[in-house]
């Protein structure tokens, strides 16, 4: 079996040939690593070799993890997955990133919570251009009216969008998915100052994504193993 630190290289050697396939410098995509349902001593294996950004997509799970960790203090924590209002206090006192954030109430509650001394809190929006009604994410043609909402709150800093593409989808509609977020992504890069972050790809399509300009793929599957 590889280890952690084996199959991470071998992440961050897919992200190089992908970023060098599409004539795109390697360090232009972050990798994301995705510890959801791991246990701390997998992050810390991933951190020894060399991993800094970590995901987690279950409140109470993430919280316990930041931590448990809170001595390796260069993590960056990342959460990747549904929030619930009475869930936003814990959310943002630990947390560096919010990458689902997908109504305004959400973030209007996030940005009432941040400590001040946490400084600002990076978030995404989250998109969903399949239209699949029982998945989060907002409608492309709905992004506009929610950035200027969330332009409005001082303790956020909007990084850019996110987007869980369907997993079944054929190739077709991947492209096309991926060419949208792309288009719509580039709209509001040049627009707005810290908008730098198109989330988008997994363990199984961060070729694709990154083909597609994604900047930051998030990777679990591939890195911890599969999930129980
Ligand atoms: C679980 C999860 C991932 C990682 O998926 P893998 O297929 O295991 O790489 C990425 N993003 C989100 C939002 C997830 O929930």
Redesign the pocket.
Same mark, same amino acid.
């Given at each position: 079996m590889q280890t952690i630190a084996e199959r991470l290289k071998v992440a961050r050697e897919r992200i190089d040939q992908a970023t060098a396939r599409a004539h795109r410098p390697s360090k232009s995509v972050q990798l994301l690593a995705?510890s959801?349902t791991k246990p701390v001593s997998d992050i810390r294996q991933a951190y020894e070799a060399g991993q800094r950004l970590f =995901?987690e997509?279950y409140v109470q799970e993430g919280v316990e993890k930041v931590q448990a960790l809170a001595s390796l203090s260069d993590i960056q924590w990342h959460m990747? =997955?549904p929030i619930q209002s009475n869930k936003t206090r814990l959310v943002a006192e630990h947390f560096d990133w919010v990458? #689902?954030v997908d109504r305004i109430k959400i973030a209007r509650r996030l940005n009432d919570q941040r400590p001040d001394e946490k400084g600002q809190l990076n978030v995404c929006i989250q998109m969903n251009l399949d239209d699949e009604s029982s998945k989060s994410g907002i409608a492309a043609d709905e992004l506009e009216a929610f950035i200027a909402e969330i332009d409005g709150f001082e303790k956020l800093r909007l990084r850019g969008i996110?987007a %869980?593409p369907k997993a079944d989808a054929d190739s077709q509609q991947q492209q096309q998915t991926l060419h949208q977020l792309a288009d719509l992504f580039g709209q509001y890069r040049t627009k707005l100052s810290n908008f730098d972050t198109l989330s988008v790809g997994? #363990?199984?399509d961060l070729e694709a994504a990154v083909a597609h300009g994604s900047t930051m793929v998030? %990777? =679990?599957?591939?890195i911890f193993g599969a999930?129980g």
């Open positions: 995705v959801k =995901g997509n990747i =997955g990458q #689902s996110m %869980i997994m #363990s199984g998030r %990777i =679990g599957t591939a999930r």
